[in-house]
């Protein structure tokens, strides 16, 4: 079955630490894999996709087939970065169970 | 420019009364989306819609309708409700096409309490 998994509820971690937001996924075809991203008070909207292997807002995500990961990475966090995060499969349109950021300063 | 509109915001049932949450995009997207969102499930797909005229289930249908209105709206209905419907509901689109970069765009959400 397609799923994805976001092991961590809650990561919670201090200004200018780095963050890891842990994302697995299962899929047995070519996956297709975004972070969204939902800040307080707003909409849910697309942080990155794998395809476009961009970095965006400083954080950057890498496709790793063979441990089926797209991990979220930033090497140094930003109060402003505190929100929920989704990892999501495109290709069959389902979401992890997200995980909270806190950046603490 | 307004995106994706979702009503009402905030509604508060009574077990078995029946509602329909509206949702229209102006983006001329041809896929449209019903998710929600519970703490510690994420975001679960309720029905969708690939194009106008279509309408499919997606992982948690039970309990609810969908209506495929025209290009624009996509509703969601819910005839009995229950108190496992209590939930935050996501209306979505997405494009096709040369329009379709897979990124979905969201509505602001419609907070449901049944009780």
């Known amino acids: 079955a397609q799923r994805v998994t976001q092991p961590e509820k809650l990561l919670s971690v201090f200004k200018g630490a780095p963050v890891e937001l842990k994302c697995n996924y299962s899929?047995?075809?070519?996956?297709?894999l975004f972070w969204y991203v939902q800040y307080s008070r707003q909409r849910l909207q697309l942080l990155l996709r794998h395809i476009s292997r961009e970095s965006i807002k400083g954080f950057t995500a890498d496709l790793n087939k063979g441990e089926t990961s797209f991990h979220l990475k930033k090497p140094f966090a930003q109060e402003e970065d505190s929100a929920m995060y989704y990892c999501a499969l495109r290709n069959k349109l389902v979401f992890g169970a997200g995980t909270i950021l806190r950046v603490k300063s | 420019n307004a995106g994706v509109t979702q009503t009402p915001k905030f509604q508060v049932l009574k077990t078995g009364q029946s509602m329909t949450l509206q949702c229209a995009q102006d983006m001329n997207h041809n896929s449209m989306y019903w998710y929600r969102q519970d703490p510690g499930m994420g975001l679960r797909l309720i029905y969708y819609?690939?194009?106008?005229?279509?309408?499919d289930k997606g992982e948690v249908p039970n309990g609810y309708n969908v209506s495929r209105l025209n290009k624009r709206e996509f509703s969601l209905r819910l005839e009995s409700a229950a108190p496992s419907q209590t939930s935050v509901y996501f209306c979505?689109?997405?494009?096709?096409?040369?329009?379709?970069?897979?990124?979905?765009?969201f509505g602001e959400g419609s907070r449901l309490t049944v009780l």
């Open positions: 819609s690939a194009s106008e005229g279509t309408t």
């Open positions: 899929y047995s075809g070519s996956p297709e």
């Open positions: 979505a689109s997405k494009g096709a096409g040369g329009l379709n970069t897979g990124e979905l765009f």
